[in-house]
């Protein structure tokens, strides 16, 4: 065989090789997207998704569908709802967390880790980490108040309420709690434990605050009521209404996880 001929087929045999290798790259990818993992595959995806929720736990945030697939998933994008729910299972299986789906902006999914023990304790051993303590308890004394007024307060009567308190000053910032305005309508609206929403149709207009999605999957209404009652030295129950809502709420739960 000449030259000529040797190159030739030298030419064909990488050409080839080169054309399966981008086969084989481009049947993965299908694969992957078509959702099928080997079950080591899927057993990796799932533990690297759930190290990912965790780490993204301590500041609250409920985290982007999009995000997962972009940063843990990326090619098995299309396996995301079965390696999701797979993480769902490991978070409440083996740490007792809950995996919850919201919708913002626009249908965009997003999921929070709901720690159902955080607020779930006797009231009168609620206690966190010193670093998170003053942040925690503004929050406490919040939802509290919101839930003793009936799921609604106005920013106003929230100001007076902090200010009697002597948690708000003109500046709006406290030794030992910070900008307590900040994070009312912000930090706290962003980890969806409070909505600050406007009025409707209020000129100049109003806002109000209420219990965010986070709140209502994470708190304990019997432990605030316990708290309160604790405070004025009374019995939860005689605080009819909201002890009424709180067992309302339990058998609303427990109905729910049936």
């Known amino acids: 065989m000449n030259m000529f001929g040797m190159h030739m087929r030298s030419k064909t045999f990488f050409w080839r ?50 995000d997962i697939v972009k940063d843990v998933l990326k090619t098995y994008g299309g396996s995301s709802k079965y390696i999701i729910d797979g993480a769902t299972r490991v978070l409440k299986e083996i740490f007792g967390m809950k995996l919850v789906a919201v ?22 051993y609620m206690k966190w980490p010193k670093e998170v303590e003053s942040q925690q308890v503004l929050l406490m004394l919040t939802l509290s108040l919101i839930f003793m007024k009936g799921g609604v307060e106005s920013e106003e009567d929230m100001l007076s309420f902090l200010s009697n308190l002597g948690i708000m000053s003109k500046n709006r910032s406290h ?15 962003r980890q969806m434990y409070l909505e600050h929403v406007r009025i409707p149709e209020l000129d100049p207009p109003k806002f109000e ?13 019997r432990s605030l ?3 309160v009652s604790l405070v004025y030295g009374t019995d939860p129950k005689n605080w009819t209404t909201q002890y009424q809502e709180v ?9 729910k996880e049936m």
Request: glycine letters at 4%; a negative charge; hydrophobic letters at 30%.
């Open 103 to 124: 919708e913002q902006n626009s249908n965009v999914k997003h999921y929070m880790l709901i720690n159902n023990e955080k607020f779930s304790t006797d009231a009168r």
């Open 209 to 221: 605050f209420r219990w965010g999605r986070r709140a209502e999957e994470e708190v304990s209404r």
């Open 17 to 66: 090789a080169s054309t399966i290798e981008e086969g084989n790259e481009i049947m993965a990818s299908k694969s992957a997207q078509e959702g099928h993992l080997s079950s080591q595959e899927e057993e990796n995806l799932i533990n690297d998704t759930v190290r990912y929720i965790l780490s993204h736990d301590n500041t609250k945030y409920a985290i982007k569908r999009q």
């Open 175 to 189: 030794e030992y709690f910070g900008d307590v305005w900040k994070l009312l309508t912000g930090e706290f609206v």
């Open 225 to 227: 009521l316990e708290f």
């Open 247 to 255: 067992l309302q709420t339990e058998k609303n739960k427990r109905e």
